[in-house]
T-cell receptor
Framework: EPEVTQTPSHQVTQMGQEVILRCVPI?????FYWYRQILGQKVEFLVS????????KSEIFDDQFSVERPDGSNFTLKIRSTKLEDSAMYFC?????????????FGPGTRLLVL | AQSVAQPEDQVNVAEGNPLTVKCTYS??????LFWYVQYPNRGLQFLLK????DNLVKGSYGFEAEFNKSQTSFHLKKPSALVSDSALYFC????????????WGAGTKLIIKP
């Protein structure tokens, strides 16, 4: 069964450093998402991406964040200058097509720790 | 504002007993509701969803959920719990005035005791 994959599984970085989190969505999916979950808190939406552009973003997704689909398979989240409060589990998700009823399938997450 | 509530931080059930994990929602218009499960050190796995039609929805691993419009609830149920069902369960709703983002509940830790 196809799965969303994410690398790395864990990332430790120093405050102020740039990090890139990588995701490979399910191959025939067209809509991509990033969510994050700070330890002990709710899952929060960051951004959605379709047709090579951001379709929606939350207020969390400020200028420090960017997303890219550099090739036909990868979907990346870049945090330009990490802050302590960026420490969280970051989940990538994808779904096949439009429609409110479409199921989003999630990757295993990348646990980011900013020191 | 659109929101999802999971009123219980933790639910304890003996193996073999029925289980219920509660979820209520507040959205504009018709909701699209989802349940996901998260096992330790794993991602969010889709369990089931309600879009339209029959209020009782069946999903993976023997789980089902009942959509109740009048009570704005979408409780997750299973007739007979297994120890392996122990995990973190999240209810989520699709926001209709946006593209496709999901709004999440805080999660309920389900503990099944042998």
């Amino acid at each position: 069964e196809p799965e969303v994959t994410q690398t790395p599984s864990h990332q430790v970085t120093q405050m102020g450093q740039e990090v890139i989190l990588r995701c490979v969505p399910i191959s025939n999916h067209l809509y991509f998402y990033w969510y994050r979950q700070i330890l002990g808190q709710k899952v929060e939406f960051l951004v959605s991406f379709y047709n090579n552009e951001i379709s929606e973003k939350s207020e969390i997704f400020d200028d420090q964040f960017s997303v890219e689909r550099p090739d036909g398979s990868n979907f990346t989240l870049k945090i330009r200058s990490t802050k302590l409060e960026d420490s969280a589990m970051y989940f990538c998700a994808s779904n096949r097509g439009p429609g409110q009823g479409e199921t989003q399938y999630f990757g295993p997450g990348t646990r980011l720790l900013v020191l | 504002a659109q929101s999802v509530a999971q009123p219980e931080d933790q639910v304890n059930v003996a193996e073999g007993n029925p289980l219920t994990v509660k979820c209520t929602y507040s959205v504009s218009g018709n909701p699209y509701l989802f349940w996901y499960v998260q096992y330790p050190n794993r991602g969010l796995q889709f369990l089931l969803k309600y879009i339209t039609g029959d209020n009782l929805v069946k999903g993976s691993y023997g789980f089902e959920a009942e959509f109740n419009k009048s009570q704005t609830s979408f409780h997750l149920k299973k007739p007979s719990a297994l120890v392996s069902d122990s995990a973190l369960y999240f209810c989520a709703v699709r926001v209709l005035d946006s593209n496709y983002q999901l709004i999440w509940g805080a999660g309920t830790k389900l503990i099944i005791k042998p």
